[in-house]
């Protein structure tokens, strides 16, 4: 699942504690969230129906690295020469202090079809866009 049950530490007064790994420090801490933010943040990892998660399946699997390796060689796809063309971004300024801004969260419309309800997600205004 998306989080074992002895890693929910507390849920009280509506709001829910839970235990996780830093994926950038590979250490656990800890995080209080209203319970309406919780099951946002386990809904975000439920599959729509028919669909299926396939990045375990194929040449996607962790263990294909040769398999990999073969496919850019059958395409003539040199990985190395291919990034040389990625130039860094340009850093987005505070149009006040002309400090660099960083991305904090990024919202992209979900595609419905007309007359079906949105689904609003904690902490973000309806109908913003934070770029």
């Known amino acids: 699942g998306v989080i074992r049950e002895k890693d929910i530490v507390a849920c009280e007064d509506g709001q829910v504690t839970f235990r996780y790994q830093d994926s950038k420090t590979k250490r656990m ?9 919780f099951l ?11 669909f299926r998660r396939t990045r375990n399946f194929g040449f996607l699997h962790p263990n294909s690295k040769r398999l990999i390796g ?21 850093r987005l300024l505070c149009p006040l202090c002309g400090a660099k801004m960083m991305v904090v969260a990024t919202r992209i419309p979900p595609f419905l079809s007309p007359g079906q309800p949105t689904v609003p997600i904690p902490g973000v205004a309806a109908g913003a866009l934070v770029m």
Not at 29 to 37: D, K, L, P
Not at 40 to 49: A, D, E, N, T
């Open 70 to 90: 073969l496919i850019h060689y059958l395409l003539g796809f040199n990985p190395n020469r291919a990034l040389a063309w990625i130039k860094e971004r340009p």
């Open 29 to 37: 801490a800890s995080r209080t969230v209203s319970g309406a933010e």
């Open 40 to 50: 946002w943040l386990i809904f975000q990892h439920v599959l729509p129906k028919r």
